[in-house]
């Protein structure tokens, strides 16, 4: 099997972010360029890092109206990503009309609840039931949309890959059982718990960019899987 982990290159400086991708490109399977990232590099970024030889996972999270969508989708077309991310509150329309505008090789992927909120802000944001649920409902909507998969948390990836066995599961917000801070993170598992309940790629940032010594981190996390 192939690594699944994908790491989250959020730093602010281009050069920064190919030293340390060159560093660990041995541990992870997959990297990840985010918006930080995109706003500050462009499509110039993505060629660089994509230098390095890993698949690129364009996490963009795409939300707006469905024709806004589809050319955003079609203006990184050029790049060849592995992965892109939709928001699936972005409803049905823009799900399906994403996913045609895609390259035929990339998995368009639908970010359900973000893996920083729990249930009481969704709550405040007129939203009834759980993280669990609302989870759930969205990741129907993407598989019926004909999306490749979702982004859910370790907490609901379980479930989810019960309704839909041949999903394609990006699993961010995991932090290893050492005690690393979880941040801004509110639905957090281990990597090994994400993996065995089913998450295809596993997303992991600070945990290895911030470490003292992010080759060990890395090594560590893939000994875990
Ligand atoms: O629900 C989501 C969707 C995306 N992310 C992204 O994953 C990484 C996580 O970084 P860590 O440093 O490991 O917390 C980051 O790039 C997020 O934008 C997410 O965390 N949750």
């Given amino acids: 099997m192939s690594n699944p982990i994908y790491l989250a290159l959020d ?5 920064a972010a190919t030293a340390l991708a060159q560093k660990v490109k041995g541990h992870v399977g ?23 030889g890993l698949p690129i996972f364009l996490d963009l999270k795409l939300h707006d109206i469905p024709n806004t969508v589809a050319a955003a989708m079609q203006a990184i077309h050029v790049l060849e990503p592995a992965i892109v991310t939709v928001h ?13 505008a895609a390259g035929e090789h990339t998995k368009v992927v639908a970010v359900t609840v973000l893996t920083s909120l729990d249930d009481a802000d969704l709550a405040r944001q ?3 039931g759980t993280a669990h649920d609302q989870a759930l409902r969205l990741a129907e909507l993407a598989q019926e949309a004909g999306l490749d ?3 859910c948390s370790g907490h609901e990836v379980g479930a989810v890959h019960r309704q839909w066995k ?8 995991l ?45 560590a996390i893939e000994a875990t899987l």
Avoid at 36 to 45: D, I, L, M, S, T
Avoid at 92 to 97: G, I, N, S
Avoid at 166 to 173: A, D, I, K, R
């Fill in 11 to 15: 730093l602010p400086r281009l050069d």
């Fill in 30 to 52: 997959g990297l990840k360029l985010g918006l930080e990232f995109f706003c500050a590099h462009g499509h110039h970024g993505v060629h660089e890092i994509a230098k390095i």
């Fill in 88 to 100: 699936a509150a972005g409803g049905r329309a823009m799900l399906e009309d994403a996913k045609a």
């Fill in 126 to 128: 007129g939203i009834a």
């Fill in 149 to 151: 998969g979702i982004v």
């Fill in 166 to 173: 041949n999903g394609y599961f990006v699993v961010p917000g």
């Fill in 175 to 219: 932090r290893p059982a050492d005690g690393a801070s979880a941040a801004d993170q509110k639905r957090i598992v281990t990597p090994r718990a994400a993996r065995d309940a089913g998450a295809s790629v596993l997303v992991i940032g600070r945990p290895i960019s911030r470490a003292a010594d992010p080759v060990a981190a890395a090594r």
